[in-house]
């Protein structure tokens, strides 16, 4: 029944062009993923099962479900099944998937072409909600702009959220029964980030994390249809109370190498974290040694990170290419090669100075050392975080400093920092443990200063030691995890 299914869905996106894909989301689901899914549901006592498909598709992720009844891997008396669809395009494919269990069980099923969104909400405000006892998702990924009619009838029921997928998971947990299970395999870019961060709490609130799984690679989970994204599966259950969570991670959609592991929920979203990011740690026992040294927030440091606050395009008419008389260096991520910083840099197609001016005064920082941190890397480079320090003695007599809008600095109440805690910084921040921990709740390749915030780092003085310990920010990964992992350990005695 499934491997019919699947032939069926492989067709449809080999026949489905890529603007009716993107437009309405659909990225059908794999058999293998969508039998995984459905195989998260814990069999519970329940006589009579609702279950609810959000954007069902052909229906692949009803029908897993409907085969872990069949099969008796779950049991109920009888089970109903609403799916929501609204390319009518796909009903009668849908009819036909789900038609192929009413045979096998105690079935009834209805397709729904309604916009989910708005029916979803309808229900909430009237009081028709509140019944499904399980729902299967894979939504549709797009974003909801500010202004739009889907942000604006969200509002009506206090949904804050940025992206389809999230309100689609917001409004099935608001549909579901005290008790209820979710499954539901959505981007990773909402674990982390201030967008995101009222959904966060509004899963936090309602449901408790049960299980998440976390393809590693960025290409697999949807390959026939090029999709680029980390993606989760999440296990939630409605009302629940919150209890250690199971992570796994897979490569790919075979789950061959399947890798499980159950945290405590402190691991997953740090208490202390007011930004409550969700973190799906990976067993890794020199995070474990680092972290136990690794306790501090920047603040404690007394360390600031900010976005560099030069907005180039609003600065346009005092940006210089190179330096002249009344200008100061302006620097850019393309001034940090992987060796030393390059300043001023001919043939970077940026601008290398900025003119000094009642204008342009405010967004400047006095000559200094700073850690800088870029804030996209490629997906090809091995770190997300690549961290470089800027030497005053690398800009001859230079009063002021600007800091590119690309870059993140470190600084201290905007003034520069002690040299060897600049260094230290940079080194700690470049280590594969600090990398790896990032990665964790980080599914995307952009770093944030508010992503700097929630990293965790030694104390000062380590930092300082850390920092003392080297001239330059060595270029060999070894050498770096080697020289942090040493100064860690003496820091535990
Ligand atoms: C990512 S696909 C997943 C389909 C199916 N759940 C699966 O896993 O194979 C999302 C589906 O949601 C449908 N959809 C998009 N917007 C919708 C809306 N507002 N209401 C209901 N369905 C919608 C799309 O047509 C698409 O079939």
Redesign the pocket.
Known sequence: MLSVLEQR?VALSRSTDAARKAK??????PAST?TFMAGLFTNTQGEQCRLL??????????CAFLEQCATGKLCFGHVDVEA????HA?HAELERSLSGFTGRLPLDFEI?A??????AVRRIIYGHGSNFTHA???????KIGNGSY?RRIMQDVKIEVVN?YAA?VALAIALMAEGGQLVA?IPRSFCNGPYYRPFRDYLRRKTALRRMHLFESRNTAFKDDGVLQENLILHLEVGGRQEAVVVSHSLDDQFTDLAVQAYPFARIVVPTDSERCIHVPQGDSGAEALSAVCTHTLSELGISVSTGPVVDFRLREYLRDLPEPGTIPLLYPGHFGAQALEWPKVGLRKPNAIQRNPATEKWLYPNGHYCVVRRFSSKEEKRRIFASVVRPDAFADATMLGFENHLNVFHDGKHGLPAALARGLAVYLNTSTVDRGFRSFNGHTQVNATDLKVIKYPSREMLMELGASVTEVPQDQHAIDALVKEISEHGKR
């Open positions: 869905r309405l989301g659909q990225f059908l689901t969508a498909d959000a954007g069902a598709g052909i229906g692949s992720l009803s929501f669809e609204i390319d796909l729904n309604k916009d989910f969104i708005e029916e299967i998702l894979n939504p549709p990924y797009k889907h389809l689609f395999i």
